[in-house]
């Protein structure tokens, strides 16, 4: 990770782009997975935590689980504008995830346009646990 | 860059053509051919899309070979620029190997205007454009589609947006399968899907997608450019735009499906993306039945899109579009998959023989466009003479191309040829090549008017990070999969 970004960066894929990320649990990883996925929608956009939004994830381990958590953040944006400012994830183990997201709400007149993710792929998908910390990578489609 | 170079072999069968061996790979059910020249080749084997051609290769009924179009780089299981036909009986259909953006693809329509009586109004003519037309991250469409006008778009296809205003009969009569697959099924749609659909017909999206204002630049074949209406130097716009969040759903969702029924089918494949399902089964029929609503969600989309761009123009030139002669030429899917009769080789014949039989087969194709030839039932009446038009974008400091199908595709990939010019550069790598550049002052300098909302959109979609258009064309009309006919040069262009 470079001093830029704490905790995540992008990698290289010819059509696409991934985000690689590292956080010493795996919700901290999950968070930093979804800083990166709103730096890829918004940039650096000021973006205020104003509305709450639950959150209730399972899935059958930990790469399905970082896929499913995107997945809702983009479906989240995708239908409402919904941008995650703020994490509050009160129990996440390596199949489920639950608590509140803080966000805002996109507004191109307000904010900086990043990319439209179309989706979060499977292609290279990885979480794991390595030397006392969890990595994570995941290719999203634009 | 986290790609490996291929090292695998690949033999050259002729100048265009070059083949994986299926001793490559066990799990190979038939050989890999790729379209290609010697130089294409060099940026294709650097990354790991001949690996993916390889890959496809392994999937059950897939006939006669794993192919890739000379555009094709790096997707997520299938290389983008594939074509894989299935046996409908024996053979499987992969979500993956349509793609997230179900029928993207592309529409040409021309006009009467020539580039002279244009130029003097072209600055104003593109802001117009991007004004009117909603693109961009998070930009909703003027058209709100709830329940039952979702239904109607995704059961009709565009002739329901015709009947809503959105353009006139004739246009479905020159968009491929009329504007509407048959067996679209809304019940097998999630209600997520319908929720990213509700306000993005009529919007063009980012990333790739865009409307370009043109001039046609030379003309290959005059006699059926006569027959498309094209002329040197007349003015043409070009839409590139997909099923936006509605089939990016659809494709998320039946790679779930389709990932968890694998095993019950006795099916695996060498990369997650690659998940298929029996033609014949639940799970398939269930993804056909969806993937042909969000077909017809994209047909029905680039159609008001279309209609959007045609208003501007009359506002613009103080003229109806039927007086500025906006007809559309073709509007042709690049990742679809479709039911097509063709030959195909008897069991245990040789694949590039002449003989085999007629049948019913799968075609996936993506990043790849359908090259019908002159006389087949499935070419519009007025192109019966000439070939299905092929619409082939480029680059937007290049150039794009109308060619025509031929039967030499027909006979070789099952009616198929390249999509566009293919990427060479990631997006990463293209931001850092523009820094301190403008990439938009740039392509004005070169004639070109770039209008564009993201901040990095234009840097990454800079005429660097593709292919020459030039090179790919020339493969695919050497190679016979498709004749050229005329050739565009980009006048403005609007980007999300």
Known sequence: MNDHHAGYEFFEHTADIGIRARGATLAELLVQLAKGLTELIAEDSRLEPRRNHPISVRADGPDALALAWLQELLFWFSTERFLPVEYALEEVTETSLRGTVRGDTFDPSRHVQGREVKAITRHVLQVERRGGAWHGQVIVDI | ?496
């Open chain 2, 1 to 496: 860059m986290g790609e490996r170079a291929w090292t695998g072999p690949l033999e050259k069968v002729d100048d265009y053509r070059w083949r994986i061996p299926k001793s490559y790979d066990r799990g190979m059910r038939v050989p890999g051919l790729v379209f290609a020249d010697e130089r294409l080749l060099k940026d294709i084997k650097a990354d790991q899309s001949l690996q993916q051609v390889a890959n496809v290769a392994h999937l059950p009924g897939l006939i006669k070979a794993s192919m890739a179009m000379p555009d094709i780089h790096w997707g997520y299981g299938f290389p983008i620029g594939g074509v894989a036909a299935m046996d409908v009986e024996k053979g499987v259909i992969s979500p993956g190997g349509v793609g997230y953006d179900i029928n993207c693809g592309v529409r040409l329509v021309r006009t009467d205007l020539t580039v002279e009586e244009v130029q003097p109004k072209l600055r104003t003519l593109i802001a117009s454009l991007f004004n009117d037309i909603p693109c961009g991250v998070g930009m909703s469409g003027e058209i709100r589609v709830g329940r039952k006008e979702a239904e109607r778009v995704m059961t009709q296809g565009c002739r329901w947006v015709i009947q809503q205003g959105y353009g006139v009969a004739d246009d479905a009569e020159h968009t491929e399968s009329h504007g509407c697959l048959e067996g679209a099924d809304p019940s097998k749609v999630s209600d997520r899907a319908l929720q990213r659909g509700r306000d993005q017909l009529g919007t063009l999206g980012s990333g790739n997608h865009f409307l370009e204002v043109q001039a046609v630049d030379t003309i290959f074949d005059e006699q059926a450019a006569n027959v498309l209406g094209l002329f040197l130097d007349h003015v043409t716009v070009m839409i590139h735009s997909g099923s936006r969040g509605f089939g990016y759903q659809i494709c998320d969702d039946y790679l779930d499906v389709t990932g968890r029924a694998m095993a019950k089918y006795g099916i695996s494949v060498p990369d997650r993306q690659l998940a298929c399902v029996p033609i014949d089964s639940e799970e398939g029929r269930a993804y056909l039945g969806a993937m042909r609503c969000a077909a017809n969600y994209a047909w029905s989309n680039r159609q008001c899109l279309m209609q959007l761009a045609r208003r501007t123009f009359e506002r613009v030139f103080g003229k109806s579009w039927e007086a500025l002669g906006m007809r559309l030429i073709y509007d042709v899917a690049h990742n679809i998959a479709k039911f097509e009769r063709h030959r195909v080789p008897t069991e245990g014949g040789s694949a590039s023989g002449g003989n085999g039989v007629e049948k019913m087969v799968c075609v996936h194709r993506k990043g790849a466009t359908r090259s019908f030839p002159p006389g087949h039932p499935e070419t519009p009446e007025a192109y019966r003479e000439i070939g299905q038009p092929v619409i082939i974008p480029g680059d937007m400091g290049r150039n794009s191309f109308v060619l025509v199908g031929t039967q030499a595709a027909m006979e070789e990939t099952f009616g198929s040829c390249c999509h566009g010019a293919g990427r060479v550069m990631s997006r990463t790598e293209a931001v850092r090549r523009a820094s301190g550049r403008s990439i938009e002052q740039e392509l004005e300098r070169q004639g070109v008017i770039v209008m564009g909302r993201g901040r990095k959109g234009v840097a990454e979609e800079q005429p660097g990070a593709y292919k020459d258009v030039n090179d790919v064309v020339r493969v695919v009309h050497n190679a016979g999969l498709a004749k050229r006919v005329v050739r565009l040069r980009p006048l403005g262009v609007i980007k999300g």
